[in-house]
């Protein structure tokens, strides 16, 4: 996982959204995976517009919370972003 743009800490679970394709099934994944218990995948179905509503939820999350203008400090648009996903 050396391609992930954060160093999460090993007490967090990370959840992997992939599309269905075959390489994510391939002999090495299959098992690396069992040793590596926090990492937990989540294929999409064949056909699948999840990808899609995923998009969808980011460009919503844009236009009702961060949108364009004047920029204020991280903790200011993050707690706003945070409000927004518990509702």
């Not at 926090?38 to 517009?49: A, E």
């Not at 999350?61 to 004047?70: A, E, H, N, S």
């Amino acid at each position: 996982m050396q391609w992930l743009p954060f160093t999460p800490t090993k007490s967090v679970p990370v959840h992997l959204v992939l599309d269905n394709y075959a390489a994510h099934k391939t002999r090495a994944i299959r098992t690396w995976l069992p040793a590596h218990t926090r990492f937990h995948p989540h294929f999409t179905p064949t056909g699948s517009s999840l990808p899609n509503l995923v998009e969808r939820w980011f460009a919503e999350l844009t236009d009702k919370q961060t949108g364009r203008g004047v920029r204020r400090p991280v903790q200011a648009p993050e707690k706003d972003i945070r409000t927004w996903i518990a509702a």
